[in-house]
């Protein structure tokens, strides 16, 4: 199927390998982090934020420069949850989850996406410049150490 790299940006996708293919659906797509041994989680994920500025900004160029019907984009997953390798290692939410608790707290990759989503994609550099300017003021990483 369809390749989208982050980096070097390449794209290989059904139209020219399944001609007559109409479109894709990108589902899934995201990046972990892990919590590190004194059990402490960082809600500033700016690792998740960069990943999806740089996926989706490729995604739009796949459909400007190279043509390609993408229907949809969602990102993996709301919330922390159990992953069958990792256990509760290993984190891929929006939303960090105390599984003590049940509590669930946005991390700033939450932010980025509901504005990428109102956004209906990546908007010009001087907008993005400001969403992530203003996830820096919310997401302080010397105080929200969770």
């Keep these: 199927m369809g390749r989208i790299f982050t980096h070097g ?42 990943y999806f500025k740089d996926y989706t900004n490729n995604v739009l160029k796949a459909i400007r ?29 929006l939303h960090f989850v105390d599984f003590k608790t049940l509590k669930r707290t946005p991390k700033a990759s939450a932010l ?12 010009s550099k001087s907008d993005l410049d400001l969403w992530i300017e203003t996830i820096n003021e919310v997401f302080n990483p010397v105080n929200l150490v969770h």
């Design 65 to 93: 420069i190279n043509g390609v019907n993408v229907e949809g984009y969602m990102a993996w997953s709301l919330m922390d949850n159990f992953e069958w390798a990792q256990g509760y290692k290993e984190r891929f939410g």
């Design 112 to 123: 980025f996406y509901k504005k990428l989503v109102q956004n209906n994609g990546v908007p």
């Design 9 to 50: 940006r390449k794209y290989s996708g059904p139209q020219r390998e399944y001609p007559g293919y109409g479109s894709i659906l990108i589902t899934e797509n995201g990046v972990s982090e892990q919590i590190d041994q004194t059990q402490r989680f960082n809600l500033y994920d700016e690792v998740r934020v960069n």
